[in-house]
């Protein structure tokens, strides 16, 4: 058994895991559902597990919530969303067929619940409309304000093979009503627009969309899968008007994806993503497999307002972890001449907290696995992440127009995040660490002060 099962993220005990599904808070406790497989395999009739939590750090497991056991969802009950109403939980999620000829058939599913462990499934209430193919999923469900009327968002693929993203309305939850398409056909959004989210943070709304589109690398078409999010506001004639043509990149790492949002009774506006993604074989080369689990969680995140967009920062109930804390600092002598300062860790569970003050060039490595170099003049972090499959490092440029001045990193075991300027830019990806490694090095010509903390386990 290997030393990679993470302390305080959300992950199986056994089988698949993606996406995030059905965030809520109910109750007085905070329920995750997630995409699950008994089985390592990436696609199959998925159930949803199911978590919940007082504090979003100590979670609980329960008895997974909806199974594909009914004609409409015998083939997966694929990702959705939850809301409360009047006192009584309701999930709404994709039934995923698979006919005899090997076609599909899609239904928009509810299931109910009044004490939070215990769903009751209703079937269908929107079927497959005009002008799609069935590749027609993953509804998210809100409440808009003002009209105190019900709104969901439908990732889609039109007959036109393009990626859309389909809206409805509803009066009482049961009953909904097609309005169209919320994106203009003339721009780029892939083949098909998954997980969609419609999102108001300081009174700004944004569409967040997982595009899914075929790109060509080495030689050989892939898909790639990005999280976007775009600035603008939805009009009556059911389409989301951009504010810019400008699509911003929610997460520059390797692992994240099919970001969802919730609001809790704090009027906070947070998030968790599926810490995972990527090529089959990318996702079954990870060492995990061989302890009979694969993927997790990002933890969970506040969205921010900032000038230029959203930040996303660890909620303020992660602090509870912390234990053990130590203090560095860098002090820059000349411009030419380097300092260093060096953290010996006794476990790959840590916070780290960085500030900086007219840095010029730094490097951060992150117990042999994980790279970051900066350097002031292009306003720049070359990351680099060993590959465990390959051996080799993996390499991505993050652009930081302001600089950086602050750098937040968690670190679990076999997952690195890190918050570049309080959310301004994040980083998901999963790192392998070699057990012998148990040194966090930071050099370079910068003043730096910096705090390292060991964190404790969120129980699961």
């Known amino acids: 058994m290997s030393n990679y099962k993470l302390d305080y993220h959300i992950a199986p005990t056994s089988g698949f895991m993606n996406d995030p599904n059905g965030l809520v808070q109910f109750k007085g406790k905070y329920h995750v559902f997630y995409q699950w497989l008994d089985r390592l395999q990436a696609q199959g009739p998925k159930s949803w597990g199911h978590v919940a939590s007082s504090d979003l750090v100590h979670w609980e497991s329960y008895e997974c919530a909806l199974h594909p056991d009914q004609w409409y969802d015998k083939d997966g009950c694929y990702s959705g969303s939850a809301i409360v109403h009047e006192d009584t939980l309701y999930l709404f999620y994709t039934g995923n067929v698979r006919t005899e000829s090997g076609g599909r058939e ?25 002008g799609y193919t069935a590749h027609f999923r993953d509804p998210k469900v809100w409440k808009e304000p003002v009209s105190q009327q019900w709104w969901m968002v439908i990732g889609a693929q039109t007959q036109e093979l393009t990626g859309n993203v389909a809206l409805y309305r509803s009066d009482d939850l049961w009953n909904w009503t097609y309005q169209g398409n919320m994106l203009s056909s003339d721009r780029n959004w ?17 569409m967040i969309v997982s595009r899914q589109e075929k790109i060509e690398r080495d030689g050989r078409q892939i898909d790639q899968c990005i999280p976007y999010y775009f600035a603008g506001r939805l009009q009556s004639n059911a389409q989301f008007q951009l504010y810019s043509g400008q699509e911003q990149q929610l997460d520059e790492g390797w692992d994240y994806y099919a970001p969802q949002s919730f609001v809790d009774e704090q009027g906070r506006v947070l998030s968790f993503a599926w810490m995972g993604g990527g090529e089959i074989d990318y996702q079954m080369s990870q060492p995990t ?11 969970p995140r506040e969205l ?5 967009g959203m930040k996303q920062r660890p909620v303020v109930e992660l602090q509870q972890l912390r234990q053990q804390e130590r203090s560095y600092e860098l002090v820059l002598t000349d411009e030419h001449e380097a300092s260093e300062v060096t953290c010996a860790v006794s476990s790959h569970v840590q916070e780290i907290l960085l500030e900086f003050d007219d840095a010029r060039h730094w490097e951060l490595l992150l117990l042999d696995g994980v790279q970051l170099h900066y350097v002031d003049e292009s306003k ?45 830019k994040t980083a998901t990806m999963r790192v392998f660490f070699k057990t012998t490694a148990d040194t966090i090095r930071l050099s370079g010509c910068a003043n730096v002060k910096g705090k390292v903390w060991e964190l404790s386990k969120g129980e699961l």
């Not at 599913?109 to 079937?123: N, V, Y």
């Not at 892939?190 to 700004?204: F, R």
């Not at 921010?304 to 230029?308: D, E, G, L, V």
């Open 106 to 130: 899609t239904y928009q599913c509810l299931a109910t619940s009044t004490d939070g462990e215990q769903f009751t499934k209703h079937g269908p209430i929107i079927h497959l409309p005009e």
């Open 190 to 206: 892939g083949y098909m627009c998954e997980c969609p989210d419609l999102v108001t943070v300081a009174e700004q709304q944004y």
């Open 289 to 299: 497999v061989e302890d009979g689990w694969l993927h997790a969680l990002t933890i």
């Open 304 to 308: 921010i307002a900032a000038p230029n």
């Open 380 to 424: 720049s972090i070359v990351l680099k992440r060993l590959n465990w499959w390959t051996g080799e490092w993996d390499e991505r440029v993050l652009v930081v127009p302001e600089g950086v001045q602050r750098l937040h990193v968690f670190i679990d075991r076999s997952s690195v995040e890190l918050f570049i300027n309080d959310g301004e």
